[in-house]
């Protein structure tokens, strides 16, 4: 039961890990710019812009029994967006390029999120060190109990 809940609590460190590195990442590439593609091209080649991503998080359950959470990235759809900017290298004869679609408050959420996650997930952890601290405890009593009885 003990290592269920450290199993659990490891899944949800992990997956916020990868919240955390998906957010930093979409806020880091948050102003890259490229042109913008023909309507119905794709963009390829030097210029493809950075595509964000967010983290989309499933239960794991083995044999009926909750078993922590797994965490993939997915990208989001539209992958940028077009941004009215007549100065940038990549405009074109309208002024517009390409921008990711990236939301930064959402990212921003997403960070604080994370971190309070990771907490609670640490909390778990310390949690269960201390009932093992406890029953190992109780366990060592029992022990010296019965040394003392068969002495």
């Known amino acids: ?10 899944s949800g460190l992990m997956a916020e ?8 990442s979409n806020i880091a590439h948050a102003s890259d710019r490229g042109p913008l593609p023909e309507k119905g091209a794709e963009m390829s080649g030097e210029n493809e812009l950075f595509k964000p ?3 989309v998080q499933s239960p794991v359950i083995t044999g009926g ?3 922590g959470v797994q965490a993939t990235t997915t990208q989001i759809a539209p992958s940028y967006i077009p941004v009215y900017e007549p100065d ?3 405009a074109n004869e309208d002024g517009m390029v390409a921008a990711p679609n990236v939301d930064i408050a959402r990212n921003m959420t ?9 907490k609670a997930n640490l ?12 029953l190992f405890d109780v366990m060592s009593d ?10």
């Open 123 to 134: 909390m778990v952890i310390e949690t269960v060190d201390d009932m093992y601290d406890a």
């Open 65 to 67: 029994v909750p078993g």
């Open 142 to 151: 029992r022990d010296d109990e019965d040394d003392r009885r068969y002495r």
């Open 1 to 10: 039961m003990l290592s269920t809940a450290l199993n659990i609590a490891r």
């Open 17 to 24: 890990s990868l919240r955390v590195q998906t957010a930093a």
């Open 88 to 90: 940038s290298e990549f």
């Open 110 to 118: 997403t960070l604080v999120e994370a971190k309070a996650a990771y």
């Open 53 to 55: 991503l967010e983290v």
